[in-house]
């Protein structure tokens, strides 16, 4: 393969902390400041910085008329898209695949099994010196439903097989047969929802999972439910959810809101029967290595022009 020399790199890790970057690319740090490190017009690969939101992950992009490659640190690209049609024809936008799912799978799981196991409540009791014993749901026998499953839905489903749940069930854009067992379209979800214990969200925000879970999507779960999203808050009808919540119909986990960050006196904080993080489902030790990892195998494969991986589209 012909390497690749032209150009700048953009990165929101300084370059000396990455081991493994090939030499002969310009490598200039940004994480988002207020000024750029060079002029995006010379800018080849821009890696996006990461959790800091559309206004400055879109910011340069009009004046990146050389880019070729966008890279985000995050499994999503939703907070890239109000920008692509900024940028010339043929720039690849590539994802974080393999960087977020252990983390991401892991809260999923820290999710369900707190919320099940009423650890809320205990956090509670133990500030008011309060022993609240009882009998408490289990994650065993119960039936979960992963409403999208691509790397990090099947890494939750790596981790609920020891559990002993009595059926997973999996939806994705589209059908396919897995090891596991059959991945179902989203036409399938009325049929799906009333089967569930669980219902986990990890799909993507884009046009058809925006406000996915309505009012008739929540109707359908049983009565019961726990409802866990670790995938992007405006899958969700923030007020549907909220009224299904303090009916105590259902029950919910969340590591993303609508609105993010969810605002003092919002009534989601205070709703019954529901648990909230703030977004933290990829911001853990294990994010820098294997972001770091990433980088150095897509800048590797760009210096010597060969394809980049984790492709989500290309602009034309």
């Not at 880019?67 to 690849?92: F, K, M, N, W």
Request: aromatic share 6%; net charge negative; charged share 20%.
């Amino acid at each position: 393969m012909t390497s690749t020399t032209a150009g700048d790199v953009w990165l929101p890790i300084p370059a000396d902390e990455i081991e493994g970057l090939p030499e002969g690319l310009d490598y200039h740090f940004w994480d988002g400041g207020q000024d750029f490190p060079a002029d995006p017009a010379d800018c080849a690969f821009y890696v996006v910085p990461y959790m800091k939101g559309p206004p400055i992950a879109v910011r340069p992009l009009d004046a990146m008329g050389a880019v070729r490659v966008v890279q985000t640190l995050s499994a999503g690209i939703d907070h890239v898209e109000p920008g692509l049609g900024l940028l010339p024809a043929g720039v690849r936008l590539c994802n974080a695949r393999g960087v977020h799912e252990a983390s991401t799978a892991e809260l999923a799981l820290a999710l369900i099994l707190a919320s099940l196991r009423g650890f809320p409540g205990f956090v509670h009791g133990q500030d008011k010196e309060e022993w609240r014993a009882g009998f408490y749901p289990a994650l065993a026998d119960k039936s979960v439903l992963i409403v999208g499953y691509g790397s990090i839905g099947s890494a939750i489903e790596d981790r609920l097989e020891p559990f002993e749940c009595a059926r997973v069930a999996r939806v994705a854009r589209s059908a396919r047969t897995t090891a596991r067992g059959p991945v179902h379209t989203l036409d399938d979800l009325p049929a799906l929802l009333p089967q569930a214990d669980i219902v986990i969200l990890s799909t993507p925000l884009n046009p058809s999972t925006q406000g996915l879970v309505g009012a008739e999507f929540l109707r359908a779960m049983r009565d019961g439910a726990l409802l866990v999203n670790v995938a992007r808050g405006q899958v969700v009808d923030t007020a549907a959810l909220l009224s299904e919540l303090e009916c105590g119909r259902l029950r919910a986990a969340l590591d993303v809101t609508d609105p993010e960050p969810l605002p003092v006196g919002h009534p989601l904080w205070h709703a019954p029967h529901v648990l909230i993080t703030p977004h933290v489902g990829g911001s853990t030790s294990a994010f820098l290595p294997r972001a770091k990892r990433l980088l150095a195998a897509q800048l590797t494969r760009f210096a010597e022009g060969e394809p980049v991986r984790n492709v989500v589209l290309t602009t034309g």
